[in-house]
């Protein structure tokens, strides 16, 4: 990117908060510090009012507005595939609010720009088979929000997988995060004392109350997925798959948390990270793939018992 146009991409990124730092426009354009703020003087010297807090940031001044904004090619198709993405990955209202404010952002492309995302709208599908069923219509993304900027305590009537009846929990959200193409709700629990990952499909129920936890201090998303080991790089599940096995779990295994393989000749050692062992056999058993647990062993049990359940089932007596 040549000067100009980063000096452009940074005036709109002024307008796009109350109050940008310097670190946030060098990691954006990776640049050093000092050309920031030579960047800087370069926009107040065409007579941009820019607005300075030492030791926060920068900011325009109220009264300066910009010219519309335009839109590159690239850019632009950056706007469909985020269209895509958020109609499969969201709920009803997310999806509305989202295509509500592309109408406006659309209204603003050049003729060419909206004939380029015309063509290329049939050409581009996300599918996203969780997404299909009734629960994930209502997620309450909108009301977990607000509860998350106004530290808002929240009323769910929750669903577990090992519960025959949902259970209503007073929780103190601390983040939003989708992993496994599901969307959690990582709150404190009133009830559990701890925090807690709830998924929001198994939301049967939710409300905002006027309960406030302001004075408390909570975790980050990040800390609570690094000491739950939700997402780590270091194993703990290893698999023996035979090589005439090996394709079948090929696309699913990165679902699950693999990391690694290694050749062992006839068969492969695969080493996975997962803290859910339950669901991890379930996918073992569904994918058929002749794998045999040599870590942990407590997984050989759970699979084990799951066989042992299916004998049961099915033997004719």
């Not at 049939?122 to 509860?147: K, P, T």
């Not at 936890?213 to 609570?224: L, M, P, R, T, W």
Request: one cysteine or more; aromatic letters at 10%.
């Amino acid at each position: 990117m040549n000067r100009t146009d980063r000096l452009n991409a940074i005036l709109i990124q002024l307008q796009s908060k109350r109050v940008v730092k310097a670190q946030e426009i060098a990691g954006r354009f990776e640049i050093s510090l000092r050309t920031v703020y030579r960047d800087i003087r370069a926009l107040e010297e065409a007579g941009v009012p820019i607005g300075a807090e030492a030791g926060v940031g920068y900011f325009l001044q109220e009264s300066y507005h910009l010219p519309p904004v335009m839109f590159t090619s690239d850019e632009a198709s950056a706007l469909l595939f985020g269209e895509k993405l958020v109609g499969k990955m969201s709920d009803e209202k997310i999806k509305s609010d989202f295509c509500s404010a592309l109408y406006k952002v659309k209204a603003i492309l050049k003729p060419s720009e909206k004939d380029y995302l015309e063509k290329l709208h049939e050409h581009v599908e996300v599918y996203n088979y969780h997404s299909m069923g009734d629960r994930f219509r209502l997620l309450y993304l909108n009301e977990i929000q607000q509860a998350l900027v106004n530290k808002q305590v929240l009323q769910i009537k929750y669903e577990s997988k090992h519960a025959e009846e949902a259970v209503l929990r007073r929780v103190e959200p601390i983040g939003l995060c989708n992993y496994s193409s599901r969307w959690h709700l990582l709150a404190w629990c009133q009830l559990r004392k701890d925090y807690r990952d709830f998924r929001l499909d198994r939301i049967a129920d939710l409300r905002l109350t006027s309960e406030n936890f302001k004075g408390k201090q909570h975790v980050s998303i990040s800390q609570y997925m690094a000491q739950n080991a939700m997402i780590t790089s270091e194993a703990n599940i290893t698999l023996l798959v035979s090589k005439s096995r090996q394709k079948l779990i090929d696309e699913s295994k990165y679902w699950y948390g693999f990391l690694a393989e290694e050749d062992l000749g006839d068969r492969v050692r695969m080493q996975f990270s997962n803290s859910d062992l339950r669901g991890f056999a379930i996918w073992m058993l569904n994918t058929g793939s002749h794998a045999q647990v040599e870590f942990p062993l407590e997984l050989q049990e759970i699979v084990t018992g799951y066989v042992n359940d299916m004998i049961k089932t099915y033997r004719k007596d």
